[in-house]
């Protein structure tokens, strides 16, 4: 056999005559099929398609059906990397796999997409898979195509999520889980004309990083092994955990090296600042192609398999027109001069004093001083950090979706990294609107225009809410409901019906065939409101398939719509869990940066459960939160409504209660605590760590992570943000005048690159956090446990903290800098003992003192024999680069002379 991997089964072309009622045969070079019987039959669930026998996913690949026995398998993939992961990532074995041992050749295809699920079958016995590197085959329909499936996607969605729920409703005690998603630019450079460029082989560049990462990494989840996927550009390449992480606290700075070209580099920035302006992709290609129609940006920077170019012009068929983004362009010393100046020579828009609406955001603009934009790859051309959490059951997973639902704006602004758009300076610093905008699908109805495009006529009728229904949001934008119904609304907690304030459209259809079929209200109105948009990409061979045992049209909505939070249920036939995708973050310029958004959002999470705190706040506070992140330093300057009272049990108060309240606070607040009552995100952190004993070396790692956030938010370092703004506006080439020349651009991005890979410092952006080359490290495991602290507990870990925040504030520290272990509080007390006990600069430690809470120290041990100290060195966890000196001392058997001295740049215990 040959078999070929796809999204809707496997494509068999044969080598061998098989038996009882088929002959399949295969010339080499020309893939054909011979049937030993005109009269044969095919069984149900399989076609003839071109002449290769299309079995679809759904059909049984058992030989009880074939009658066929696999004896080797050619399968068709991107690379051997992407199958041997597919394999390593295998969920269930079914039985044993029995006769002849399967043999994987390999050979190129091109035709693929990612998210498949295979079963090779074997003597009767099955191996069953499922990965998302692997990318399978589909024909995806173009919009006219798709139209006459729209409303059975939609119908049949339902129904599927229905299945899937009520399969998975009572699943309970599931582990911690969790990963991130981080997206790379490949970026071409060229030193002698100081030129930047996207590089538009991500395709080639994925083959050879996952053939590196088979190569040197592990799947045991005991290092972070990567899996590597494409992206919607093809200059665009994605890394996620090959697992999903455990519930343990580690450090996650290692990176897998590149396999990039001499002149490439692989910064992890949002947003390639000078897209859409002249040349800047390599190869050369041409703006204005039939897909996207973009004026700035050409077909070739879509990724070449046949979905991303479907989903671009399935977007601009059904709003009717290209995508329009509007970004408030940031007003220099220099720009209206130069905008003038354009105006005289004819050049900027026809009406340049036209006032035009931003997109998402609540402004108004002369579109001169507007940074336009027409395509879908402005948007999803951007890098986002996403991290994603497995909960204990469907009750945990509302409620972790609602409270971080409300720090979504909080952490947006926190990681701003995007001031550049399409060459010019923005407004903003954050890349939500943008990328809200460039997806945005509503027809002209739905967008409240009462014109009709013209080329929806006769069409409107299969659309979702007949293409009319008023939506006031982009499937890319903030919730529009909490969800939490925990004990069937019976917590008090979870009566949140008055903080659901907003806006929420819904599909009337859908929320009675959810309500009817025993879905709570609360739930049904979320799923209902996803459900009054459209499917986008719909696969001719994905159409009908069992609704209890699939969900692809129901994740062909979910998973289009890009909601700041998703809720993701267990797929169907799969062990994966209940889930939480946090998804607002902005890519960072280094892996510690990456690291410490992960690492605390993460904890928070823990957090979050652990003190059963309550961050409830009206839906449109939330809403306003998303404004003020776009806002320029929004991290430092801006004030962010939050709930004053975080351990309140009762989320519903009476009007006005205190106890209910909201306040204006700033980012720096809300991280570290506001007076007596608020106690901060960042003490409970501290404090749910120390409860479950985190080890000091995790702890100095956090520590540092908390720090640089911490600072950030009080603006004594940088955001990714405002060091690029500040990189521009320092340059000796930049004008003034918000234009950012190639020059600017070029320099800019060889600096990113360097800040993210250690070869140049960057203190106003990480302090003194020195970027150094990764290597593995021991995974330290510590079991991230949510479940709930007891009233006495909780009561007293939050006032602890909460007084030594106030306490480090007061001093002039970081909080950060006051957390230390009960055993680094006893190592500074044996620093600050008598001088009696130091003997000619040497400080004398019984051998039974801890070392621990001597990181960022370097040592130098004397000992009586080098054997001891060595057994000694066995049991740190970390040695710095500075080594171990030996030196002969008389000490007796039971003691050991230090002497150690502060250095700050040493990282040794």
Known sequence: FEVQTTSQGCLLSPTAAMLAWHVLAVVVGVICMQCSAASASIPTGFALDAGRLRIRESANLGCEDLGLSLQSAKIR?????????????????????????????????????????????????????????????????????????????????????????????????????????????????DRKERRVRLSLRATEILDLLNEREDKNGRSDNRKEACAWHPEYGSWMVEGTPRLPFGGFVRDLRRVEATALQEDEILPTVTAFPIMGTEDFTWPPTQPRGPVAMSEGCSDEMINPHPRFATLTANIRQRRGDTVRIKVPLYIDKNTIARLEEEEKQGIGPADPHEIVEMSGLNKERAMRETITMDSMAYGMGMSCLQVT?????????????????????????????????????????????????????????????????????????????????????????????????????????????????????????????LTGAGIDQKLARHIAHLFVRDPLVIFSERIHIPDTTESDHFENIQSTNWQTVRWKPPPANSKTGWRVEFRSMEAQLTDFDNAAFTVLTVLISRVLLAFKLNLYMPLSQVDSNMQVAHERNAAVEGRFWFRK?????????????????????????????????????????????????????????????????????????????????????????????????????????????????????????????????????????????????????????????????????????????????????????????????????????????????????????????????????????????????????????????????????????
């Not at 016995?125 to 990965?131: F, I």
């Not at 991230?784 to 006032?799: G, T, V, Y």
């Open 389 to 513: 959490f497995q909960t204990r059951d469907v009750a945990e997973s509302r409620h972790l979706y609602d409270q971080l639902a409300v720090l979504t704006p909080i952490m947006l602004a926190l990681s701003a990294a995007t001031p550049i758009l399409k060459g010019r300076l923005a407004d903003t610093d954050v890349r939500w609107a943008t990328i809200a905008a460039s997806v945005d699908d509503r027809t002209p109805q739905e967008r409240g225009k009462a014109v009709c495009a013209p080329s929806h006529k006769g069409k409107l009728g299969f659309m979702a809410g007949s293409g009319q229904r008023p939506l006031n949001k982009s499937r890319y934008e903030s919730i529009s409901s909490y969800i939490c119904n925990c004990k069937g609304g019976q917590e008090n907690r979870t009566k949140t019906d008055k903080y659901n304030d907003i806006a929420c459209p819904i599909d009337e259809t859908a929320y009675s065939t």
């Open 77 to 189: 993939a991107a690379s051997p990397g992407r199958i041997s992961r597919l394999l390593h990532r295998s969920e269930e074995v079914c039985g044993e796999v029995e006769g002849p041992q399967i043999h994987l050749d390999f050979a190129e295809e091109q035709n693929v997409h990612k998210e498949q699920r295979v079963t090779l079958a074997q003597g009767g016995r099955c191996l069953q898979l499922r990965g998302g590197g692997l990318l399978v085959v589909g024909t995806p329909l173009s919009f006219g195509d798709s139209l006459q499936y729209l409303g059975y996607v939609r119908e049949h969605g339902i129904l599927q999520f229905i299945h899937m729920y009520n399969a998975n409703k009572d699943r309970s005690n599931e582990k911690l889980l969790w990963g991130e998603e981080l997206e790379y630019h490949v970026l071409k450079v």
């Open 645 to 909: 009272h975080m351990a309140e049990d009762e989320a519903v108060c009476p009007e006005g209660h205190p106890q209910d309240e909201c306040e204006l606070m700033s980012v720096y607040e809300i991280l570290t605590g506001k007076g007596d009552y608020f106690p901060g995100l960042l003490p409970l952190c501290f404090a749910y760590l120390d409860h479950v004993g985190c080890d000091t070396a995790t702890r100095d790692t956090i520590r540092q992570y908390a720090m640089v956030l911490e600072k950030r938010a009080k603006g004594e370092l940088m955001t990714a943000a405002t060091w690029i703004r500040d990189f521009v506006h320092k340059h000796p080439e930049y004008k003034s005048d918000s234009v950012v020349p190639h020059g600017v651009a070029f320099d800019l991005m060889q600096a990113c690159a360097d800040v993210g890979e250690g070869r140049r410092p960057a203190p106003e952006l990480l302090g003194k956090v020195i970027i150094e080359p990764l290597t593995p490290d021991k995974a330290y495991e510590v079991p991230l446990d949510a479940a709930p602290f007891d009233e006495e507990q909780r009561r007293i870990l939050m006032s602890k903290y909460t007084l030594r925040a106030k306490t480090s504030k007061e001093s002039g520290t970081t909080i950060s800098d006051g957390w230390t272990t009960p055993i680094a509080e006893t190592m500074e007390k044996l620093e600050h003992e008598s001088e009696t006990n130091l003997e000619g600069g040497v400080k004398r430690v019984s051998l039974d003192a801890s070392m621990r809470g001597c990181r960022g120290l370097t040592a130098d041990i004397r000992v009586p024999q080098e054997e001891r100290a060595q057994k000694a060195f066995n049991g740190l966890q970390r040695v710095g680069s500075r080594g171990v000196q030996w030196a002969e001392d008389d000490s007796s058997d039971e003691e050991v002379s230090h002497v150690i001295q502060e250095d700050e740049g040493a990282v040794s215990g």
